[in-house]
């Protein structure tokens, strides 16, 4: 099949799952073309199987905002054309399913027809989608594409709960490759970050409000009090600076490191004893399963779908948003000997098996399947 591939080509987890389906989808002999403004930072490699293409937007004096969707729709229109793709796949409801939708009914003028399956991922419906400025464009694009997945029964849930939607919802979890993330440290690696008797916690994100990251220094804060520990935050975003003001102001500045954007995250998780995702909301919580695949088990929020990841007292533990004190003591629990550390590792790399590329991917092969037969019966 040729599927053009619409995504974010930042870090953001709906970009990484994009990046992810497309080169997986190529390994399994489908040509991929990736349309977006950047090429995708966990895309290295192309090939013949692997193309991309890049949105840009002229600049022009008399617009105070570059109109995206319209560059996007007709690069669409384009590519569409000239690689004779077989169908798109939007990744992130805004704008992407909009000029998605535009694209089709431009292309129809043509006589061509080419199905589009959306993937929901999180807060294009829960946080930015739900804005009664957007809320119009993102339900009418939603009820117009060929088919729609989301990455968890819980974003199903809430879509429905929160739109009007008419479409069939597929769940289609996100997804990992356990292999890949099966890297091994050096002693060295490990050294640059703690010392042998301390035990390492990690956070890895936007570093958004949503992400809760001053829960995720008051827990550790805890933690180190007890276990002598390093806290790694991994990523860049606003709550950045006010995290850095918060541990000086605690003390603890020499045992928190913030490393910025990372390419490096599946060495630094081979090293990692335990994550802290303390999220207000969290549609699946990509980071946390990336987390457990490299055997490092999740001390979580109870919210969205991490419940579908993370198991409680299995591959770590659930708490209600800003139990910062039940985190903390059962971050103390998992740390607190050697058994028990290694058995919730143990744990959480086996809940992450569940979730396994391999048995993820022919599922939304099936939509795509689903969404071509359907056009074609239009
Ligand atoms: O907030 C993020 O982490 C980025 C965001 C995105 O869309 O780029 O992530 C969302 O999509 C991920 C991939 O499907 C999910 O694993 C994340 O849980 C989800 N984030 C939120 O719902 C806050």
Redesign the pocket.
Known sequence: MKIGIVC?PTF????V?ATELGIALAEKGHEIHFITYKQPVRLELLSHHIHFHEVSVPQYPLFQYQPYELALSSKLVTVVKEFKLDLLHVH?AIPHAYAGYMAKKMLEEEGIRIPMVTTL????I?LVGNHPFYKPAVTFSINKSDAVTS?SQSLKDDTLRLFDIKQEIDVVP?FIDIEKHSLTYTDCQRAMMANEQERIVTHV??L?P?KRIQDVIEVFDRIQKKIPSKLIMVGEGPEKEPAERLVTEKGIAEKVLFLGNSDEVNKILSFSDLFILP?E??????AALEAMSSGVPVISSNT??LPEVNEHGVSGYLHDIGDIEGMAAHAIHILGDDKTLHEFKQNAKKVAYRFETKNVVPLYEAVYEKALALSVSM
Request: net charge neutral; hydrophobic share 20%.
């Open positions: 974010y953001g987890g709906s970009g799952v992130y991922h999180g807060t294009d829960t990455v996100n994100s936007n958004r949503v999220s909301k969290e549609s699946f919580g990509l969205g779908g």
